[in-house]
């Protein structure tokens, strides 16, 4: 029975298992994330289509243009001597942020509840709207990406179990735990950096 579902499910095993290698090597502030994110995205992109999450199968497009971005933002730094810092945003930033994703995902839960087919609409259009601004904070090394993350992962993880996506359900599981483990590790950087 375990080897049925591992044999039905290889695809997007291997999908999850790059997008544990991504944010292991994201935490530790490594180049190679984006690599891992990247072919990880385009996998995620034919898992979620075929499970009718269509927010969530964009998002997988977006996934690999940021991935080329995080790249050269962490590779090629305005100042080629210095490497790209970790900072932090002020309230005003995530408030405004907040709010953008709150409209955006009424609007896109809307049109996908009338014109689509869409699994959860307003829950896929969250989780893909929060994960766009999350994932363009990991981008620019904003320490509060991580909070943003784990909003998204716990929300994901229903999400998946209502489409059957078992190994993405307990990927994100297993997010929860190295997001705050990530968190704790910028935040230290963060830290000595200031010092």
């Known amino acids: 029975m375990i080897f049925d579902f591992l044999q039905t499910n290889w695809f997007e095993i291997v999908a999850a298992i790059l997008a544990i290698a991504y944010l292991i090597f994201a935490m530790l502030e490594d180049i190679r994330c984006w690599i891992a994110w990247i072919i990880s995205s385009l996998m995620y992109f034919f898992v ?3 499970a009718n999450l ?3 199968a964009l998002l997988q497009i977006f996934y690999i243009f940021i991935g080329l971005y995080g ?3 962490w590779r090629f ?3 080629l001597n210095d490497a790209l810092k970790i900072t932090t945003w002020s309230v005003k930033n995530h408030l405004m942020v907040i709010g953008a994703l709150v409209f955006l995902t009424f609007i896109s839960g809307y049109v996908l509840t009338i ?5 959860s609409p307003f829950i896929d259009a969250f989780t893909t709207w929060g994960a766009i601004a999350a994932s363009y904070l990991v981008a620019k090394k904003i320490l509060e990406n991580w909070f ?3 909003v998204i992962d716990f929300v994901s993880v229903f999400l998946f179990i209502s489409r059957e996506l078992y190994p993405t359900a307990l990927l994100f599981i297993v997010y929860l735990v ?3 483990i990530g968190y704790s590790a910028w935040r230290k950087s963060w830290q000595l950096a200031d010092e």
């Open 178 to 180: 190295l997001v705050v």
């Open 77 to 79: 730094k305005p100042d």
């Open 115 to 119: 014109y689509t087919a869409a699994a």
């Open 71 to 73: 790249l050269y933002q």
């Open 48 to 50: 979620m289509y075929s």
């Open 148 to 150: 943003y993350w784990f």
């Open 54 to 56: 269509y927010m969530e």
